[in-house]
C-alpha cells in the first residue's frame, strides 16, 4: 500500500520548508525523490512542493476527485514509480476544497494517508488545529502535531518515525 502524507498548515507555515528538510528535495515543484527511511533503506516518493492551489485547481483540474491523478499527469509521474506521496495542504486558500474530500478520495484510491498538522495560531480561524483533528480521528487517520518555529529537522525526523512506509 503506498502512503500519502498532507502537510497541513496555513499559508507561509513553514510547509515547504518542512518538506524539504524532511525530504533533502531541492527546489523542483514536483518530482520523483529517494528518501531514507530509518532503516536507511531508499524508497521513492512523489513530492509536492506546491499546494495544488498553487499549482492551478482550474488549469490542471486539481480537485479532490482527481487527486493524486492530475498530479501524476502534471509532473508526469506513474503511481507504480513511487511509494510515498508527500503533498501540502493549506488551508486558509482551501474554502471549497477541503481536506477532508482529499483524504476520502487518497483513501479510495489505495493509498494510506497520513497527516502533519503544523501549529498555528489564527485570529479568524476558519479551521482550527481542533477541526482537523477531528477530521482525522473521523477517518481514523494518524496524525501529528508539528511545531516548527524553531527547527525544522526534529519536526522532520517525528515526521519519519511515525509516517514513512
Known sequence: MKTCI???????????????????????????????????????????????TELGVKKHNHTPNNFPDSLETQFGVERKDYELLICPFELRTYNKYSLDKYIEIATSKGFNVKVAIIKFNRKDEDYSIKDIIHICEQNKIDFIEIDIRKDYNPEANKIINRFYP
Open 6 to 52: 498532507f502537510i497541513v498548515g496555513d499559508k507561509n507555515s513553514g510547509k515547504t520548508s518542512l518538506i524539504r528538510s524532511l525530504t533533502g528535495v531541492g527546489i523542483k515543484k514536483g518530482r520523483l525523490w529517494e528518501v531514507r527511511k530509518l532503516n536507511r533503506k531508499l524508497i521513492n516518493a512523489f513530492v509536492i512542493l506546491s499546494a495544488i
